[in-house]
């Protein structure tokens, strides 16, 4: 493959072009490694990567050896496309993620998603990090996605739409599947961990956010906001996947008393968190499929 390849095909991507065919081409490759039929897929979030280690892995791919997938450039962030067994149940774990702030297009981020419908997931369940601005959240919560904003200013779907892949004008009336949010509400019960239900709004990032920013948000009606995770919803949506949303709260996004955030606090927050997510991650999957 000469150097040039993969920066066309990512101009390929960024036109919108033969995106059908490119996922055929990912999944072709991703084929010849494994014949894994994962029925969930998994979006591990900053500092998020816990879940990996309790899979039985039977195949772990570099997103580098994946045409077209996105290559993470943040440290914290790893890049394989894990396929395995979690309490007997199929899944594929991507272990790291690329966000709208590398310079990657909507289209170009949530390419791994189609690939993994394509590959025979059905159900996504997305992690991430997030800053809380309900006052109610404190740092290191739970908060289960039940709705999101889009506030990226862009859109997955723009453009051409492939009817073989999905509507036109998706409706968006249950991003977040009930069913999954009251199988996540009970583990957490059974498991005596407090988890809030609220609104994610999604921004590009990556400087955090002012005061005015966190006030505007917080009274647009979001309890939480973060970089991610709302374009790879709207994929998913697209193509009729279920989806469960869990944010772990990061920062205190209060205005009156704001601090400045750093990243190895946020990832510190994130590693608290960390082995109650990946239980109840868990949880969720042996009982959903
Ligand atoms: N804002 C946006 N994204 C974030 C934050 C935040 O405060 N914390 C973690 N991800």
New binding site residues.
Partial sequence: MTILAPAVRALCIFAGMDLYQNIAESVDSIRAVTSSQPSIGVILG?GLGGLVSKVDVQTSIGYDNIPYFPISTVESHHGRLVFGTLHGVNIVVMHGRSHVYEGYSLQQITFPVRVMQALGVRTLIIS??????NPLYRRGDIMLIDDHINLLGDNPLIGPNDDRLGPRFPDMSEPYSQRLLALAEQAALARRTKVHRGVYVA?T?PN??TRAE?RFLRTIGAD?????TVPENIVARHMGMEVLGLSV???E?FPDSLEA?KLEH?LAAAAQAEPIMTDLITDVISKCA
Avoid: F, R, W
């Fill in positions: 900053t991430n990090a997030c800053g809380g601005m921004v990032g955090l956010e966190y939480v906001v973060g970089m991610s709260v990061t920062d996004c955030v946020v």
